[in-house]
């Protein structure tokens, strides 16, 4: 499969060309316990080229499969983005090689904190512990007033000599 997207510049159409295929997933570069990517980087591209300056529009996309920070399940997880656009300055180029825009373009549509709720999943972890967090009684703890209502400090700044 494709490694990289390189869009030739000779003789370059004048309405432009259009570009669409798939790139391998291991041009990102990860393989840990919390991301992987499970298959190739499909786009669908239009470049144009004005003068010296080749811009290129169009939508990417990468599904992934992420660990829940929360929970530690899997979800799968596509990265999808329908407005990618470059512009990048290719004078006395012969090609131009856009694979690192879009490798880091998909990257950083990546989630920080991947969480189940990010796929409208249920986090087990929510099932289970969620509830009883909200139940614990708010009015436990430390209660600072005195019986009179005013605050111990209030108290402290009547008592004469002070
Ligand atoms: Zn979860």
Redesign the pocket.
């Known amino acids: 499969m494709k490694q990289q997207i390189i869009i030739p510049l000779e003789e370059f159409p004048e309405d432009g060309i259009t570009l669409s295929g798939e790139l391998d997933g291991s041009i990102f570069g990860i393989d840990c316990d919390d991301v992987r990517s499970t298959g190739p980087v499909e786009y669908n591209l239009e470049a144009q080229l004005y003068d010296t300056e080749l811009v290129v529009r169009g939508e990417v996309a990468a599904p992934f499969r992420l660990r829940?920070?929360?929970?530690?399940?899997e979800?799968d997880y596509t990265v999808a983005i329908d407005d990618v656009s470059y512009a990048i300055d290719v004078k006395g180029k012969l090609a131009a090689n856009i694979t690192e825009d879009v490798r880091e373009d998909i990257l950083l549509e990546l989630p920080g904190y991947p969480?189940?709720?990010l796929i409208d999943?249920?986090?087990?972890?929510?099932d289970k512990f969620g509830d009883f967090r909200l139940d614990k009684d708010p009015q436990s703890g430390v209660n600072f007033a005195t019986p009179s209502g005013n605050s111990v400090w209030d108290a402290l700044d009547q008592y004469p000599g002070r």
Do not use: A, S, T, V
């Open positions: 829940c920070m929360r929970c530690l399940g979800f969480k189940c709720e999943q249920e986090c087990e972890i929510n």
